[in-house]
């Protein structure tokens, strides 16, 4: 069969296609259609003759992003597929097995075949095979509304198609524990523009996309001006609820609010297709609302709207503006979500006042007293009000896991278990009135989490997934969820789906930082880690981790370079950077971080703000005590203040981090414990 075009040569990211030359007519229209969508793809019709063939092939292997095995019972059989893949390995680079019919695979070759990521083409509609080819090929990055892909069109724009690039400090300083924790620096519209990597598909519009700027506050009143504020946030949680639109956070958008950027370039900011402006005027009980939707690419009028209603009337003009966008946008809009926005959350207007309130209070670290106290009058006029619960549950929720950002270092144990109990309490309360509540059952996840009921908590993650798959909160829950069962793409595609939807917003961006770190994909870790030193330049993290990277990879320079530019943004020594120079035998400034950091005095407190039970098994892990390093560690799981600590234990301790302790007896136990219920005797 002639072959469909010539194999990818030049810089950017591609893959390397492993087949059987007997299997041609059955890959070579696989791997077209890769290259029709914007996949760069090499295979060996790339080799020029003249070329020694051995050597062109490890070059091509060695400089792939992944490997992809077409596997049929022609390529398990064949000795260049073998030595393909047994390279691949030792380059230490992932290979995704497409399983082109039923095959018997020897089992010396699936022991290095990952099979929770292999696809079976015949297994599968060709829907759902091409989606997940695709993903595989770019990596994980698939739009998360799994929507139904276009018509290939050849382009050239070549390069794998890029993933789009939490809500608290606690949740950031939870993914990358190993480091110092440093709450981040303001970040502006100015700084989003920049965020993307400089690559050439990095404009690429989501799909069915919309940003929706902050409404301006026209009523007469200026303490009516939550209102305002707190309609944008109900357009957007009601807009998430459309699982075809791709709708970006309000935490991001907010940096919007006073910019004099144009429609054109917010939409290449946001790589969004259209972006919606409005205002709001409250009065009495009449509110009267007007949106305009703008075409981002052009700036054209795509459609203006006014709308006049008593407030008790607000979930009407919320489904309309909804129907209307996506109509607009050609977006499905299926009848069980129509009924899900227009169903009335309240009755009860002066209620639903108190909720915008409350909704429109978060974010930016705000103290959470004033929105329980607004949310707590929302129930008290109606005991009904399951979104007013929801709410409340998810306060309780980033109150737990977040506790010292709110509460300050006085902040303990007994503290968290308290705020767990109130968050599984009305997130309960909220899912006997309304199970679609998908923020009550995130909020039960995390309930579950802190009590290490660890099948519950997948559970309650993916279940919020279900309901609200747009929602970047909801992602950031679902994503650990698809690590922990061991669905490294799709917890990938998880994450960078919210942080596509969210990228303003340094603490999400930081937990998909820690997030790559676990998963072991020291490259992406590198390019976010960049993204992250141009949102928030005086960020110590990013450069922990930076440094932190290029200690697994064996670049001592990496390491003192980035390591260096840590030390000058922050004075709290990093046990992340003394860890980093222990493994590349810098025994001199390990031990100058450890001593600087006094954790060995009898007066350290032992608290979140300081150096807790944690932090002290990672400095002594550092100066290779690791006795003295465990018995910190038993303490931080036996105490279950940190949370994060059992999770990445009961689900991560392959990672490499855990090497040095890897060997010891009482590593394995404290893995065990790590597994139980909290209150397991």
């Not at 969508?37 to 400089?63: C, F, K, M």
């Not at 110092?180 to 990597?197: C, G, I, K, R």
């Not at 400089?198 to 690429?204: N, V």
């Not at 791709?246 to 297709?273: C, F, H, Q, W």
């Amino acid at each position: 069969m002639e072959k469909p075009f010539s194999a990818y040569q030049g810089g950017d990211r591609y893959v390397f296609v492993c087949y059987a030359h007997g299997d041609a007519d059955s890959v070579y229209p696989e791997i077209a259609w890769l290259n029709d969508y914007g996949v760069n793809v090499w295979y060996d019709e790339g080799i020029s003759p003249g070329h020694e063939w051995r050597e062109e092939l490890a070059t091509a292997i060695q400089g792939c992003e992944r490997v992809l095995f077409f596997v049929s019972p022609n390529s398990v059989d064949s000795e260049h597929c073998r030595r393909e893949l047994n390279f691949a390995q030792e380059e230490n680079r992932q290979v995704v097995a497409i399983h082109l019919e039923p095959t018997e695979v020897p089992a010396g070759l699936r022991l290095g075949l990952n099979n929770r990521q292999a696809i079976f083409k015949h297994e599968l509609s060709d829907e759902e095979y091409r989606k997940r080819l695709i993903r595989a090929a770019n990596a994980g990055a698939m739009p998360a509304s799994e929507a139904t892909l276009p018509p290939p069109t050849s382009s050239s724009r070549r390069g794998l198609v890029p993933a789009a690039v939490v809500l608290a400090v606690g949740i950031v300083a939870a993914a990358i524990w190993w480091s110092s924790a440093q709450e981040p620096s303001p970040v502006d519209a100015e700084t989003v523009a920049e965020l993307e990597p400089d690559e050439p598909t990095s404009r690429e519009v989501l799909h069915n996309s919309i940003a929706v700027l902050p409404f301006d506050n026209l009523s007469l009143d200026p303490e009516n001006g939550f209102f305002a504020a707190g309609i944008h946030e109900e357009v957007l949680n009601q807009l998430t609820k459309i699982k075809d639109l791709s709708v970006i956070a309000r935490t991001t958008m907010l940096r919007y609010a006073e910019t004099d950027k144009t429609v054109p370039e917010i939409g290449v900011e946001l790589n969004v297709g259209a972006v919606m402006e409005g205002s709001v005027r409250y009065a009495g009980d009449r509110v009267r609302i007007t949106a305009q939707l703008i075409d981002a690419a052009s700036g054209a009028h795509l459609w203006s709207e006014a709308y006049e209603e008593n407030l008790e009337d607000i979930f009407g003009i919320q489904l309309a503006i909804a129907t209307k966008i996506a109509k607009t946008l050609e977006a499905e809009f299926t009848p069980s979500e129509q009924t899900r926005i227009a169903t009335r959350l309240t009755d009860n207007p002066v209620a639903y006042a108190h909720y915008l309130r409350a909704v429109s209070s978060w974010g930016n670290y705000a103290p959470t007293g004033p929105m329980h106290e607004a949310i707590d009058a929302a129930i008290a006029l109606d005991p009904q009000f399951g979104s007013a619960f929801a709410f409340k549950a998810f306060l309780h929720a980033i109150e737990a896991i977040a506790g010292p950002a709110f509460a300050g270092p006085d902040f303990d144990v007994n503290d968290q278990r308290r705020f767990a109990s109130l968050a599984r309490d009305y997130a309960l309360r909220a899912l006997a009135i309304d199970s679609a509540q998908a923020r009550a059952h995130w909020s039960l996840g995390w309930t579950h989490t802190l009590n290490r009921e660890w099948e519950a908590s997948q559970q309650s993650f993916e279940r919020a997934y279900e309901l609200d798959p747009n929602d970047y909160i909801v992602l950031n829950g679902a994503a650990w969820a698809s690590l922990n069962r061991g669905d490294i793409d799709i917890g990938i595609q998880r994450m960078a789906r919210s942080v596509a939807l969210n990228p303003g917003d340094f603490a999400n961006q930081g937990n998909y930082l820690g997030f790559l770190v676990w998963c072991e994909r020291w490259e992406d870790a590198k390019r976010q880690a960049g993204i992250m030193t141009t949102l928030a330049p005086a960020a110590s993290v990013p450069f922990d981790i930076l440094a932190e990277v290029a200690s697994f990879l064996g670049d001592s320079e990496g390491v003192r370079t980035n390591a260096a530019m840590a030390e000058e943004r922050s004075d709290l020594p990093s046990p992340g950077l003394a860890n980093a120079y222990r493994r590349i035998g810098d025994e001199a400034n390990a031990r100058r971080i450890f001593d600087a950091s006094n954790v060995d005095a009898s007066n350290v407190p032992d608290n979140p703000k300081t150096y807790n039970s944690l932090t002290k098994t990672v400095m002594y892990m550092a100066i290779e005590e690791h006795e003295v390093a465990l018995e910190h560690l038993e303490h931080a799981v036996d105490d279950g203040f940190l949370w994060a600590v059992a999770r990445d234990l009961h689900y991560l301790s392959h990672h490499p981090r855990f090497d040095p302790l890897r060997p010891y007896p009482k590593f394995q136990e404290l893995v065990r414990k790590a597994g139980l219920p909290l209150d397991h005797e």
